[in-house]
């Protein structure tokens, strides 16, 4: 095997492993997608709106009252 036919299917592996993980992690979809979207912005991947940030500061302060 080529070395970046072996590159791209590692690549492709960890990808779809990935992926398999976020889909069956025990976490609610709401925190799964707060963490993502932080981890994009993080890198500079993501550049959200202000009607999506300010949805996601109301979402975690709802999640606080909640928990209080």
Same mark, same amino acid.
């Given at each position: ?17 990935? #992926? ?6 025990? @976490?609610?979809? /709401?925190?799964?997608?707060? %963490? $993502? ?6 890198? #500079? ?6 009607? @999506?940030?300010? /949805?996601?500061?109301?979402? %975690? $302060? ?7």
């Amino acid at each position: 095997m080529k070395p970046m036919n072996l590159l791209y299917a590692f690549l492709g592996g960890a990808i779809v492993g990935a #992926g398999a993980a976020l889909l069956f992690a025990p @976490e609610k979809g /709401e925190d799964l997608r707060g %963490q $993502i979207r932080s981890l994009l912005r993080k890198y #500079g991947v993501c550049k959200c709106s202000k009607e @999506e940030e300010i /949805e996601e500061i109301v979402d %975690q $302060i709802a999640a606080e009252i909640k928990e209080s």
